[in-house]
């Protein structure tokens, strides 16, 4: 019991280890001002909330932020960067703004602003064309979808929660927690077959393909490196997609 105690600790050490070690000192460090974007992404999405359950506010926010595939193409891309803080009506928006503070939160000390709100962004963006696409597809053609899913409004942040949340374990190599991911969305799809499913399996095809070639770049930048070096070049610590 005790060896088999430890090999779990071992391995939950090497998946978890250099990715909890850069979030515990970030926060160790400056606190709240670790991770600016996030607590401005919970805010707005809380406060979304709250505006489209009044009367007054519904409107407004489908008007801004609700797309959906049967939109214009140029205004469901005028809409899309709102969508990413619009959340579903018909779920907790508490279950939202936890994964937006866990996994944004994250996102942003491991990756950066600057490319958290990026991916973020390409993982809704995905979704939201997928749809387009399948609708038009239809129901009888590969991977489409009926004409009524053109009239779903899209998945707001979960979208850029899991495409995320895949990127991060694949730039910690965190493989097991981010298979995990994978699978639990491919679970969704089984037994709850809906758009939204398949905007986040969407999303996080994009994000792998991104993750893919931020790998081969790496390899790219290391073997220019190796062969400057006179083949002597020594491999850094640091998560290898982050470089």
């Not at 407004?60 to 619009?86: H, I, M």
């Not at 400057?228 to 982050?242: I, Q």
Request: proline share 5%.
């Amino acid at each position: 019991m005790t060896v088999r105690t430890g090999a779990l600790r071992s391995a939950a050490r090497r998946e978890w280890g250099p990715l909890l070690g850069t979030v515990r000192r970030a926060l160790a460090a400056h606190g709240a001002r670790a991770v600016p974007l996030t607590l401005t992404a919970v805010f707005l999405t809380a406060l979304i909330q709250v505006a489209q359950n009044q009367t007054w506010g519904l409107r407004t926010v489908r008007n801004l932020g609700a797309v959906q595939a049967e939109d214009p193409l140029w205004l469901a891309l005028l809409r899309t960067p709102l969508s990413l803080f619009v959340p579903a009506l018909d779920l907790p928006v508490w279950g939202a703004l936890a994964q937006l503070l866990l996994v944004f939160g994250i996102a942003e000390i491991t990756l950066g602003r600057g490319r958290t709100l990026g991916i973020a962004y390409l993982a809704t963006l995905a979704g939201t064309l997928y749809a387009r696409i399948g609708v038009a597809v239809g129901p009888a053609g590969f991977l489409g979808l009926p004409a009524s899913d053109a009239q779903v409004v899209d998945t707001g942040p979960s979208a850029a929660v899991v495409g995320l949340a895949v990127y991060v374990c694949c730039a910690y190599r965190a493989w097991f927690t981010g298979a995990l991911v994978i699978v639990a969305m491919v679970v969704e799809i089984v037994f709850k077959d809906n758009l939204a499913g398949k905007e986040h399996l969407a999303a996080i095809a994009a994000v792998l393909v991104l993750c893919a070639v931020a790998e081969w770049r790496r390899r790219t930048r290391g073997h220019g490196q190796d062969r400057g070096a006179g083949g002597s070049g020594t491999r850094s610590g640091a998560p290898p997609m982050r470089s």
